[in-house]
């Protein structure tokens, strides 16, 4: 169950970006170039300007303009980062989906890669700027969560993760060891328990914190004047679910 949220235009410009960074992936090494990233990121505009995401935003022609200006400054940036073209993907946009701890986890990988010495390598693109240092760790947490999912499906661990700050633009970059996936294990179990515990005692107290500010659901969140009912009305039926908890991983 899922209550749907409006479109965003700087979500939507992710996923533009993102579309355009793996046909650039897509493309043997000597061809990913600049010129041909804005060309992918002209065929993935094309590609998605009938999705409800893109055609669902009220832009005005000067604010489209902005957008794709914006898209195009971030392909721009991202090959300051690093060089498309030693780059060895194994897998993008990649669907994972395994047991961690109590719960099973899925989620979608940007991009698994092999580094110079085919060690597996999980890099995540962001389009919104890098966090100050102090937060910066908490951001790892999705990627994560990826490294214990590869390990579980493919029985081999990642030695690296890395989030691409396009905007800035920066990498961010951790190594995962046997305790990132043991952390990972308690705290999904944790928050398993935690959500266990909540639905026994049907509590769910909002939380409020600098994110409200990117919240969709405020309309319906008793600390800004909702009615979490409300939003009951939105829910497609609930389906029949599997004995296994399944979330998905955050992107
Ligand atoms: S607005 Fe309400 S529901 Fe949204 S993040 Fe803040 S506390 Fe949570």
């Known amino acids: 169950m899922k209550i749907p949220q409006e479109p965003s235009a700087a979500a939507s ?14 493309r043997e090494p000597d061809h990913r170039t600049l010129q041909n990233a804005l060309s992918d990121l002209d065929t993935a ?36 980062l690093e060089d498309p073209k030693t780059i060895r993907p194994v897998g993008l946009e990649m669907r994972v989906n395994a047991q961690i701890g109590k719960v099973r986890l899925r989620g979608i990988i940007d991009r698994l890669e ?8 999980i890099t995540d693109y962001k389009t919104g700027r890098a966090p100050p240092a102090r937060f910066a760790e908490k951001r790892m947490d999705g990627v994560h969560i990826y490294a214990a999912l590869v390990e579980a499906e493919q029985g081999k661990r990642p030695v690296r993760a890395q989030l691409l700050f396009l905007a800035d633009p920066v990498a961010v970059v951790t190594n995962i060891s046997q ?17 266990q515990t ?19 659901y405020q309309a319906y969140c008793p600390e800004f004047g909702g009615n979490p009912e409300a939003a009951l009305a939105l829910l497609n039926p609930p389906v029949a679910g599997a004995a296994t908890p399944t979330l998905a991983t955050p992107s």
């Open 198 to 216: 909540a639905t026994e005692r049907d509590d769910f107290r909002p939380s409020t914190s600098k994110l409200c500010d990117y919240c969709s």
């Open 45 to 80: 505009r094309k590609k998605l300007e009938s999705d409800p995401d893109f055609t669902g935003l009220d832009l005005t022609a000067t604010e489209w303009d902005k957008f794709h200006a914006d898209a195009a400054a971030l392909v721009h940036k991202y090959f300051e």
């Open 114 to 121: 092999l580094d110079d010495n085919d060690d597996l390598v």
């Open 179 to 195: 305790q990132t996936i043991t952390r990972v294990e308690r705290s999904t179990n944790a928050v398993w328990s935690a959500i």
């Open 13 to 26: 410009k992710g996923t533009l970006v993102h579309a355009a960074l793996e046909l650039l992936m897509q």
